[in-house]
């Protein structure tokens, strides 16, 4: 489609387009700023709480993410905004210039439109992302399930989120191939930890054994700091021709259950051994 161009002196009426081009930009400038001041002022409140937060409740982990998730969403308004702005402003002085935007915006429908088919997986991307984000269902540092991969989030764009995994392999996995999300360091974490005895073990000493230890975890300043309640033995998980199995349950902030179930299952064997419990034995004929 044909876009009739006027003639020149049409075009420039000096100063009056002048004038009127500048007034625009100078509406655009002013309009960017104020926006952008807006927004970084939300995210100043925001920060100025999460302060007030962390001083109250000595609780790093859902603040940052309360932060995390608030800068995420001002860049995105930013540049939404940036592209509205520029696009509108592009439009005013095409007007002023008494250039026919009709046709431009006609032919622009139609080129998005021949665009959205041929890139529909970009498009899906960056709409999931938006998505993601908007959701808060996972950010920076979170430890994420994607399918078959299992990793540390380390970056999030719109189009791209990026995990490392235990091996320190970096996955580059499209939003758009997101449809199930395994998040473990939302809100809380917890661990089971599984303590094998030997399977004819008096269980009333196993378990009093177990409690004594959890007890006394419990009563470290360290495990405590990490602790969001008191650990539970749950009792007997399993029974097998060698083996029995009593489970403890404990409850930390996001992340922080691995290192304390180490420790706990340290502490259980240790104190089993010092009560003379005797551990899983193999079967006869089976050493």
């Given at each position: 489609?044909?876009?009739?161009?006027?003639?020149?002196?049409?075009?420039?009426?000096w100063?009056?387009?002048?004038?009127a081009?500048?007034?625009t930009?100078?509406?655009?400038?002013?309009?960017?700023?104020?926006?952008?001041?807006?927004?970084?002022?939300?995210?100043?409140?925001?920060?100025r709480?999460?302060?007030?937060?962390?001083?109250?409740a000595g609780d790093?982990a859902?603040?940052?993410?309360?932060?995390?998730?608030?800068?995420?969403v001002?860049?995105?308004?930013?540049?939404?905004?940036?592209?509205?702005?520029v696009?509108?402003?592009?439009?005013?002085?095409?007007q002023?210039?008494?250039?026919?935007?009709?046709?431009i915006?006609?032919?622009?429908?139609?080129?998005?439109?021949?665009?959205?088919?041929?890139?529909?997986?970009?498009?899906k991307?960056y709409?999931?992302?938006?998505?993601?984000?908007?959701?808060d269902?996972?950010?920076?540092?979170?430890?994420?399930?994607?399918?078959?991969?299992?990793?540390?989030?380390?970056d999030?764009?719109?189009?791209i989120?990026?995990l490392?995994d235990?091996n320190?392999?970096?996955?580059?996995?499209?939003?758009?191939?997101?449809?199930r999300?395994?998040?473990?360091?939302?809100?809380?974490?917890?661990?089971?930890?599984?303590?094998?005895?030997?399977?004819?073990a008096d269980?009333?000493?196993?378990t009093?054994?177990?409690?004594?230890?959890?007890?006394?975890?419990?009563?470290?300043?360290?495990?405590?700091?990490?602790?969001?309640?008191?650990?539970?033995?749950?009792?007997v998980?399993?029974i097998?021709?060698?083996?029995?199995?009593?489970?403890i349950?404990?409850?930390?902030p996001?992340?922080?259950?691995?290192?304390?179930a180490?420790?706990?299952?340290?502490?259980?064997?240790a104190?089993?051994n010092?009560?003379?419990?005797?551990?899983?034995?193999?079967?006869?004929?089976?050493?």
């Amino acid at each position: 489609m044909l876009v009739v161009v006027p003639a020149l002196q049409e075009i420039w009426k000096w100063p009056d387009t002048a004038i009127a081009i500048g007034v625009t930009l100078v509406i655009a400038l002013v309009s960017n700023v104020v926006v952008t001041w807006v927004i970084d002022r939300s995210l100043k409140r925001t920060r100025r709480h999460v302060a007030q937060q962390r001083d109250q409740a000595g609780d790093q982990a859902e603040p940052s993410r309360v932060l995390q998730r608030t800068t995420a969403v001002a860049q995105l308004v930013k540049s939404l905004w940036r592209i509205l702005l520029v696009v509108s402003v592009v439009l005013i002085i095409l007007q002023t210039l008494s250039i026919p935007i009709a046709p431009i915006l006609t032919s622009a429908g139609i080129g998005g439109v021949v665009l959205a088919f041929g890139a529909q997986s970009l498009v899906k991307d960056y709409l999931s992302g938006i998505s993601m984000i908007l959701e808060d269902q996972f950010g920076v540092g979170d430890l994420i399930r994607v399918g078959d991969i299992t990793g540390t989030v380390e970056d999030v764009t719109l189009r791209i989120t990026k995990l490392r995994d235990a091996n320190g392999m970096i996955w580059y996995v499209r939003n758009g191939e997101i449809t199930r999300i395994g998040n473990d360091s939302q809100g809380y974490s917890t661990s089971l930890i599984d303590v094998p005895v030997a399977y004819d073990a008096d269980v009333s000493q196993v378990t009093a054994v177990l409690a004594q230890v959890v007890s006394e975890a419990e009563a470290d300043a360290d495990v405590a700091s990490h602790l969001l309640e008191p650990p539970q033995v749950l009792g007997v998980e399993s029974i097998t021709a060698t083996t029995m199995t009593l489970r403890i349950r404990i409850k930390t902030p996001p992340n922080q259950q691995y290192a304390l179930a180490r420790d706990i299952r340290e502490r259980a064997m240790a104190a089993l051994n010092a009560a003379g419990i005797p551990g899983p034995t193999a079967l006869p004929g089976l050493g």
